[in-house]
């Protein structure tokens, strides 16, 4: 069975953890030019409503993911959700 854990991404929005290449911080000069290359390619997903763009998220698909919540929370997220599959994983074995 396939990894299927998805991570809130802000505002009721998920992804697919095993889509997430990369969750990086947006100031950079690359990633400013990684997000409007994105837009102009129509593969730019905003995820903010309206809020400031906080991190990008950048799946395998080659879509780049916009978001208000800070890189950090993100990444705690994913760690949250590997935590949990590695308790549950146990629990299975003993059936």
Not at 17 to 36: G, Q
Not at 63 to 71: F, R, T
């Amino acid at each position: 069975m396939s990894d299927q854990r998805m991570i809130n991404v802000g505002f009721g929005n998920a992804v697919l953890a095993s889509r997430v290449l990369a969750v990086v911080n947006p100031k950079s000069s690359p990633m400013k030019k990684l997000r409007e290359e994105a837009k102009e390619q129509r593969r730019l997903i905003d995820v903010t409503e309206g809020r400031r763009t906080r991190s990008i998220i950048i799946l395998d698909s080659n879509h780049v993911l916009l978001s208000s919540v800070q890189p950090e929370t993100i990444t705690l997220r994913f760690m949250a959700s590997y935590d949990r599959r590695d308790e549950e994983q146990p629990e299975k074995a003993d059936k």
